[in-house]
């Protein structure tokens, strides 16, 4: 991502995740958790993306891959709390990325990576 990617407003999380999932649905996609007290992991790699979702009434983001064929039957989500803040920025071939903080300053960053053209 760029240094200063475009930081979303909250009063379009739900808008611009829903573009994002259709432009980005069944693409594979990657989650890293960078969290201030349990440090980085890696909680999914090359799943295709299901949807992004901001539930204003719960206050959640949520990103959940798989469920589209019998390779992946299941639909995994990856939840976070509390949003305070969503920059979203593409680069590269076909790439994007989602860079979501929540309330105790933790990110999870969303890699996209489109299918290469054949």
């Not at 379009?12 to 349990?38: M, Y």
């Amino acid at each position: 991502m760029s240094d200063q990617g475009p930081e979303l407003p909250p009063s379009q999380w739900q808008a611009r995740l829903e573009d994002l999932t259709k432009q980005h649905e069944g693409h594979e996609v990657a989650i890293e958790l960078l969290d201030q007290e349990l440090g980085d992991e890696a909680e999914a790699e090359m799943l295709p993306l299901a949807y992004l979702e901001f539930d204003p009434k719960d206050d959640v983001v949520i990103v959940a891959v798989g469920g589209r064929d019998g390779r992946y039957p299941v639909v995994l989500r990856h939840i976070v709390e509390h949003p305070q803040r969503i920059v979203a920025d593409s680069y590269g071939e076909g790439r994007s990325a989602i860079d979501i903080v929540n309330r105790e300053g933790d990110h999870t960053i969303v890699t996209i990576q489109a299918p290469t053209p054949a």
